[in-house]
């Protein structure tokens, strides 16, 4: 990098890292009175909360940010720039605008490569204390309430339950089929099934077991009996942001599970891959959204310039957030939700580009 890529780079990373320090530690001061009163009632410590909590709750935000932290470092940088008549230097040394603008390519792509890497990788271990430590001392107790469960547990095997509780593993009025085709070949009921921690399987007590073979049926019974399943009772436990527990790998293995079972709520987890893939798009497109709508001087300052900067940011998470809603209710298909903030807004710059004065 030549020096002037030096110097902007510099400002830009400097003055994205004072924005993450700030708006994160901000975020954590109001989640912190939001949930006093579960620490004191829990009789936790300083460290059990800090070290617990906040150390991983304070990376998770500023991941989630980084698009919109990136943008504000953008607009804060270069309107200042513009007001100290630094960027009218660049261009009147013979710089173009589009030349100016690899720079801060470069520093975003930089923090958009790191936030991949992290979201994919490293914040979701960090996401599994710090959910973990919501349910434990902040969330009510979860009891799984549902009724009339199925489940694809094999590729011709369907598991029925009319209810089950988690407090003792238990699943009632339990059926079982195989079916092939559109023939069902076998057929087990029971009043109860039960995990059993210690053999890692499934007790089913007083069964019923009918086996069909062409037009003739058998019919045996039986007092008890051990099964593995592809089903566990965590499969019954609370998903509360379960999504953002799992590193990508991670992801992609559970959703397969989710498909080869014919489950609900897939989409969700979807989105939750798309969206790790999109962040590091937002966080460059935004980026030299920034750039293009602060580069002008302005008589007034730099207040409009950041205000106005604000008003994209804000423009842009209502966006998103609705297309991803219509996404998870089923009215878009997930990558194509995910991606049209990206696309409408990649598309905004390039106008910006062709019409904003500099």
Known sequence: MK???QYIVGKFLKTYLFVVLILVSVICVIDFTEKNEDFIQHNLGASDIVMGYYRHLFPYWASLLSPITVFIATVFVTAQMASHTE?????SSGVSFRRMMVPYLIGSALIGMLNFALVSYVIPNSNKVRIAFER?????PFYFEERNIHLKVAPNT????DSYTNVTN???RFTMEDIEGTTLKRKLESE???WDSTKRKWQIANYKLRTFEGDRETLSYGTGMDTVLNLKPKDFDSNYMLYETFTLPELDDFIRELQSRGSDGVV???IEKYVRFTSPFAIIILCMIGVIVSARKSRGGVGFQIAFGFVLA???IIFFIMTKTIAEVGGLNPIVGVWIPNVVFALVGVLLYKTVPR
């Open 3 to 5: 020096l002037l890529d």
């Open 87 to 91: 960027v009218i230097a660049i261009l």
């Open 136 to 140: 434990k001392y902040v969330k009510s």
């Open 158 to 161: 369907y598991v029925y339950m």
């Open 170 to 172: 238990s699943g009632y």
């Open 192 to 194: 109860r099934i039960t």
């Open 268 to 270: 969700t987890y979807q």
């Open 314 to 316: 804000f423009v842009y």
